[in-house]
């Protein structure tokens, strides 16, 4: 069976830190991108950070840059989104996604995903 799972949400106080981790199981992250999206109450999903194949290429949205870190290590089929001074607006349902692609170096939070997690929560207090 092929899957994401995520761990590492939680609980934390504002200006904590938090790793999340999205492991796969039935496949090979080295062929996907990965994508991290969130969704908060009564909001739309939006794209927070992404990682090509080879990790040479990371977004992050405007909100989280110089607050989170994506990055992967194929050799445990494992991607981590690291969150430091984090904010009571970071609070919602993080998911992993990943998507086969060719290209080693691009990734981007448009377009289908084919493989969602189930997410793990954050939440943040202030």
């Known amino acids: 069976q092929l899957q994401l799972v995520e761990s590492g949400g939680g609980s934390v106080q504002a200006g904590g830190s938090l790793r999340l981790s999205c492991a796969a199981s039935?496949?090979?992250?080295?062929?996907?991108?990965i994508g991290w999206f969130r969704q908060a109450p009564g909001k739309e999903r939006e794209g927070v950070s992404c990682?090509?194949?080879?990790?040479?290429?990371?977004i992050n949205v405007d909100s989280v840059k110089g607050r989170f870190t994506v990055s992967r290590d194929n050799a445990k089929n494992t991607v981590y989104l690291q969150m430091s001074s984090l904010k009571a607006e970071d609070t919602a349902v993080y998911y992993c996604?990943?998507?086969?692609?060719?290209?080693?170096?691009?990734?981007?939070?448009?377009?289908?995903?084919?493989?969602w997690g189930q997410g793990t929560q954050v939440t943040v207090s202030s």
């Open positions: 996604a990943a998507r086969a692609r060719s290209d080693l170096n691009t990734c981007s939070w448009y377009g289908g995903y084919d493989y």
């Open positions: 990682i090509s194949r080879s990790g040479a290429m990371t």
């Open positions: 039935g496949f090979t992250l080295d062929d996907y991108q």
